[in-house]
């Protein structure tokens, strides 16, 4: 369906921000709000906020245009992340762009622990994920820890007096938002691939899209955390068929990829090195490549 970014706004100086965190929403203005007042009172440092509003028929438009500190572009129809994502790029005007899910509520420090890791590296090849808690844990990259699954049963207090104490090491394969990358390496990747829309397995593509372009440090940071509700718009919408269009793409399963290449939720050991797949993987893939085939774009 065709679709016109009709509004957008910038009130933010580059001088004074660090990270440019880009936030898609659908229609959940409460998770927003939480979201935004969580990056209002956790952040060690000032940030551009730049939220791509999807229809905004709840209130969510005009309760964005109200903020003095939140920069937007706007759809009247949901054009899904990945044109929300690309949407937004023209905005930025720092050096790092943070990808942020509104249904997700940051905890003190996510940021400082961001950027010193950032700047302890040699260059801009890098992809950072931050650490996600949620009431049911939806891979082995979070911490399963229930502080509520909606802004209504959200118990704020008792997450900010836990989160610290659950114990992860920090680890392999940043995929996932949020996740903190610099803008001439989101550039160069071309931002997110808009042949995934709404958004299903373009989270993947965009780490292999990486390290196509020869990113090999991709790191969750344990320190560095968030509450997350988990994936609230998803649950609403038509999905596409991404499982296939990312075999037909890279000649792969997403989960060849990030288990061989990405080895995800694995401790930390440093940048990765060449993927060793056995003789069945491969094979294996080889039939999914002509399975995919049969299935429409």
Request: charged letters at 20%; aromatic letters at 14%.
């Amino acid at each position: 369906m065709p679709f016109m970014i009709s509004d957008q706004r910038t009130v933010s100086k580059s001088s004074a921000c660090l990270f440019s965190i880009l936030i898609p929403t659908w229609n959940n203005l409460p998770y927003l709000q939480l979201c935004i007042e969580s990056i209002r009172q956790h952040s060690t440092f000032p940030h551009q906020i730049i939220v791509h509003i999807n229809e905004g028929t709840d209130g969510t438009l005009e309760w964005v245009k109200q903020q003095t500190d939140i920069d937007y572009t706007y759809s009247s129809s949901n054009i899904g992340v990945c044109y929300a994502l690309n949407a937004a790029r023209p905005l930025v005007q720092t050096d790092f762009i943070v990808y942020l899910n509104d249904d997700m509520y940051v905890c003190p420090d996510w940021d400082r622990v961001l950027w010193e890791e950032i700047q302890q590296l040699p260059d801009c090849f890098f992809f950072l994920s931050c650490t996600a808690l949620e009431p049911v844990a939806s891979s082995n990259c979070a911490i399963q820890a229930n502080f509520g699954s909606d802004p209504a049963h959200f118990r704020k207090q008792e997450l900010l007096a836990q989160y610290a104490t659950f114990q992860k090491p920090d680890w392999l394969g940043a995929t996932w938002p949020p996740n903190v990358i610099h803008r001439n390496v989101w550039d160069l990747v071309g931002g997110y691939s808009i042949e995934f829309s709404p958004g299903m397995y373009s989270d993947p593509d965009f780490s292999m899209k990486l390290w196509q372009a020869g990113v090999r440090y991709f790191k969750g940071l344990s320190a560095s955390r968030v509450y997350h509700f988990g994936s609230k718009s998803t649950k609403r919408i038509r999905k596409n068929k991404g499982y296939y269009t990312f075999i037909r793409k890279w000649g792969m399963t997403s989960s060849t990829f990030t288990r061989y290449y990405l080895h995800r939720g694995e401790p930390f050991t440093g940048p990765l090195d060449a993927p060793r797949l056995p003789s069945r993987v491969k094979w294996k893939n080889k039939g999914k490549k002509i399975l995919a085939s049969f299935y429409p774009a």
